[in-house]
């Protein structure tokens, strides 16, 4: 059987950190990837929540942020997150919508997501919500005890 094609690599060698955009849209995946590329970020898209997964398992090791659309066909990005999460129970992951229930925004919060990036998306609202997380990442690890 052959082998699988390796993902693409937007901006491979830029110094910013890994994300993986995750939307079943072509046009918002582009915009995205275009924009956090202009900034340094190392991007990798998936289509679907399945690709998705496929992927995180592969770069798991190397991906510091998960972007996904909460509407995509077969699974959505409340079942994604869930997913990712019994992979990683840590994975940082921001939600993007142009609509989502409260209480389901809410308890995605409370069980650990990191954002809600509001659609339409403009430049400015997704380079400052992007680089907010990724910053309270890293503190989160300055301030954490180490458990070793």
């Known amino acids: 059987m052959p082998e699988e094609p390796k993902p693409r690599i937007a ?9 993986m955009i995750v939307d079943d849209d072509p046009l918002v995946t582009l915009l995205v990837e275009r924009v956090l590329t202009t900034q340094g970020y ?14 995180y398992k592969k770069y798991l090791d190397v991906i ?12 959505d990005g409340m079942a994604l997150f869930n997913e990712l999460r019994a ?22 919060m409370a069980n650990g997501l990191r954002g ?19 910053d309270g990442l890293q503190s989160d690890t300055r301030t954490r005890p180490d458990r070793g």
């Open 64 to 75: 510091q942020l998960v972007i996904t659309d909460f509407k995509m066909p077969g699974m």
């Open 11 to 19: 901006n491979p060698d830029g110094r910013g950190e890994f994300i």
């Open 42 to 55: 190392r991007i990798i898209t998936a289509a679907d929540g399945f690709k998705a997964i496929e992927i």
């Open 116 to 134: 809600f990036i509001p659609k339409p998306l403009t430049q400015q609202k997704l380079l400052e919500k992007v680089r907010s997380i990724l």
């Open 87 to 108: 992979i990683n129970p840590q994975v940082p992951v921001a939600l993007t919508s142009g609509f989502v229930e409260d209480d389901q925004l809410g308890a995605m």
